[in-house]
């Protein structure tokens, strides 16, 4: 199973979500490993705090022809991590240094080989990717399109811009003319001020054709100073509640189930009710 969170603006908190579903979904003892697929900007291995051991990326399976090299295992993270952040349960290949990071050094095809090797030695593969723009570049053409076309399941995340919620909603209207269905996409809110009833109504309805609204989630300032520290907060009032609700979504388990019995008219109410101040 492949998931792809995207969005079409920085800072909605990409990286952050995909690193909280995988180790959601590892703690669940499933087989999880994350993809840095933000090639220009390969963030994750400073998100991880794992920068300074100068660990392998996707690049060193090129250099190597060995997928497996690229590997970095929950036990290598814990061997160069500061123990006091907790323990990651999740795998991760990164992104490749900045100087090896254009498209003849780390080309499309290298992250498709990759994702297909990871396909049959995890149960469940996340890709973090770079912001999807109006103009396709190749990893978005050859490598995340025929993903998504073909069933990967793809997590659409807008903060409460303006520009966040009118570039989502364009891009997933580009990918839905390209083909891609819309039983396997899912959006999220993030990163809202306050989150009310009638955003999520809003954002339910613009989204009706393209995927399914989940939820959306307020800033939690703590959880925000731990990810910065490193540290890997799955229970956060805010945000353990969409997280949830994707999970539950791509891999139903009782585990993931809402914590809030949703009615049929409202299903969004559970996951980030606020009420205007």
Request: one cysteine or more; aromatic letters at 8%.
């Amino acid at each position: 199973m492949v998931v792809i969170n995207y969005a079409g603006k920085g800072g909605v908190g990409k990286s952050s979500l995909t690193i909280l579903e995988a180790q959601m979904l590892a703690e669940q003892d499933l087989r999880v490993c994350v993809v840095d697929a933000n090639r220009g900007q390969a963030d994750l291995v400073t998100n991880l705090k794992i920068g300074r051991s100068d660990p392998p990326t996707i690049y060193t399976a090129k250099q190597t022809g060995d997928f497996d090299s690229a590997i970095i295992t929950p036990e290598q993270m814990a061997s160069i991590r500061d123990p006091r952040m907790g323990a990651l349960a999740f795998s991760v290949v990164l992104g490749p240094p900045d100087d090896l990071a254009a498209p003849e050094h780390t080309s499309a095809g290298l992250y498709a080989d990759l994702v297909d090797y990871l396909r049959a030695h995890f149960d469940v593969v996340i890709v973090d990717t770079q912001i999807i723009e109006a103009h396709l570049t190749d990893l978005w053409q050859a490598f995340l399109i025929p993903l998504l076309i073909s069933g990967a399941w793809g997590v659409g995340i807008t903060d409460e811009s303006d520009a966040g919620e009118t570039n989502l909603f364009d891009r997933m209207r580009s990918l839905a003319d390209l083909g891609v269905g819309d039983s396997h996409q899912l959006v999220v809110a993030n990163r809202f001020h306050e989150f009310t009833e009638e955003d999520a109504q809003h954002l339910e309805q613009k989204f009706n054709l393209l995927g399914s609204f989940v939820g959306g989630a307020i800033d939690d300032p703590y959880f925000e100073s731990q990810m910065n520290m490193g540290s890997i907060v799955t229970n956060s009032t805010e945000m353990a509640p969409v997280l949830r609700a994707i999970l539950y979504r791509i891999v139903p388990l009782e585990q993931f189930a809402p914590q809030i019995e949703a009615t049929k008219k409202r299903p969004w109410l559970p996951f980030g009710k606020r009420g205007k101040k």
